[in-house]
């Protein structure tokens, strides 16, 4: 077993059986954590003794990306959607980070949300690299 899984292992162990003061301490303690990677997630605590992550309210509108560039992703999204055995990505909207990356939220029918994390070397040309982080689930 890798010792993160391990420290993961103590970490639930030790918050299963604390008052909800500890689910806070988990709860700031991760969201530091996400919020130095540059993370559009945050957990809440959804009881006593579980949390939950949500994705931060931000301004959304279209993505910046050239026609081109948003088939491309799109195409990208898509084809990692079937990897995890969903038939269906149809784009919901684009929330925009204040770095320059876009949250792309899809379309799902349930509370839990899925969400892709892109980022553009250049929105304006079609043929840019794209970087994407994902699927990331969620409560909504």
Same mark, same amino acid.
């Given at each position: 077993?890798? #010792? ?6 103590? %970490? @639930?162990?030790? $918050? ?5 003061? +500890? !689910? ?32 931060? #309210? ?6 910046? %990306? @050239?026609?081109? $560039? ?5 195409? +990208? !999204? ?40 892109? %980022? ?21």
């Amino acid at each position: 077993m890798k #010792p993160s899984y391990i420290i993961l292992l103590a %970490a @639930v162990f030790a $918050l299963a059986g604390c008052p909800s003061s +500890s !689910i806070s301490s988990a709860v700031d303690s991760a969201n530091k954590k996400l919020e130095m990677e540059g993370s559009p997630f945050r957990y809440v605590a959804a009881s006593d003794s579980s949390m939950v992550m949500t994705l931060m #309210p931000l301004p959304a509108g279209p993505s910046k %990306a @050239v026609p081109g $560039l948003v088939k491309k992703s799109m195409d +990208s !999204i898509t084809q990692e959607e079937f990897r995890q055995k969903r038939s269906v990505a149809n784009l919901e909207e684009v929330r925009y980070l204040q770095d320059g990356r876009e949250v792309w939220v899809l379309q799902t029918l349930s509370n839990t949300g899925i969400a892709y994390v892109v %980022a553009f070397e250049s929105a304006g040309n079609p043929d840019s690299n794209v970087r994407m982080k994902g699927p990331y689930t969620y409560q909504k």
